[in-house]
């Protein structure tokens, strides 16, 4: 099976624009989880979509948005871009079945605001 | 609230040495417990999970690891290092109980000594 990916794998943005990540889940898998990972706060859970809903958020402002497809691809949008937004910015995919509980993640899209 | 702690932000080995890289958690009820390991500029790869059963898991890479409720750690343990497995390891826990995200810790970066 071919792993999760996501696009573009690297970004360059100014303050004030605003982008948008995609992630391709393993085939089969339903749930789609985002993270957040920088040098100083660690990997911070962005949001989680289960069969096109949102299933749990985490604590990160509005500007931060997602969606998810039915076909379990998902993006996340950021608005207004800040500085602090430069990040390694991590897909994970999970087929949420019992006993199948792994997150499988993606090699990452790198954002960088400049 | 759920918590991960990773006590030691670097691990240094030589190659052949065993290793151990710590981690205690803290949720309620009996957690689902991951390792994770990230190479630089890469996604998080899944070496092993804790869910039910023997103490001691077995995951890839020669890694186990060896749950312990009464410490409520689940360290991650190799018999003989090698300078490949230099990276920065993660531990995660996820309670059983509905739809939770995962909970990461800071993480440990293993440098093995050739």
């Known amino acids: 099976k071919a792993g999760v990916t996501q696009t573009p794998r690297y970004l360059i943005k100014t303050r004030g624009q605003q982008v948008t990540l995609s992630c391709s889940p393993i085939s089969g898998h339903r749930s789609v989880s985002w993270y957040q990972q920088t040098p100083g706060q660690g990997l911070q859970f962005l949001f989680e979509y289960f069969s096109e809903t949102q299933r749990n958020k985490g604590n990160f ?14 993006e996340m949008n950021v608005s207004t871009l800040e500085l602090g937004d430069s990040a390694l910015y991590l897909c994970a995919s999970s087929s949420d079945r019992v006993g199948q509980e792994t997150q499988y993640f993606g090699p990452g899209t790198r954002l960088l605001v400049l | 609230a759920q918590s991960v702690a990773q006590p030691e932000d670097q691990v240094n080995v030589a190659e ?5 890289v710590k981690c205690t958690y ?4 009996n957690p689902y417990l991951f390792w994770y390991v990230q190479y630089p ?21 020669g890694f186990e690891a060896e749950f312990n409720k009464s410490q409520t750690s689940f360290h991650l343990k190799k018999p003989s290092a090698l300078v490949s497995d230099s990276a920065l390891y993660f531990c995660a826990v996820r309670p ?3 739809n939770t995200p995962l909970v990461f810790g800071k993480g440990t970066r293993l440098s093995v000594i050739a």
Do not use: A, C, E, M
């Open chain 1, 61 to 74: 402002p509005g500007r931060f948005s997602g969606r998810q497809f039915s076909n379990s691809r998902s």
């Open chain 2, 16 to 20: 052949g040495n065993p290793l151990t």
């Open chain 2, 26 to 29: 803290s949720v309620s009820g």
């Open chain 2, 41 to 61: 500029n890469r996604g998080l790869q899944f070496l092993l999970k804790y869910i039910t059963g023997d103490n001691l898991v077995k995951g890839s890479y």
């Open chain 2, 96 to 98: 059983r109980s509905g």
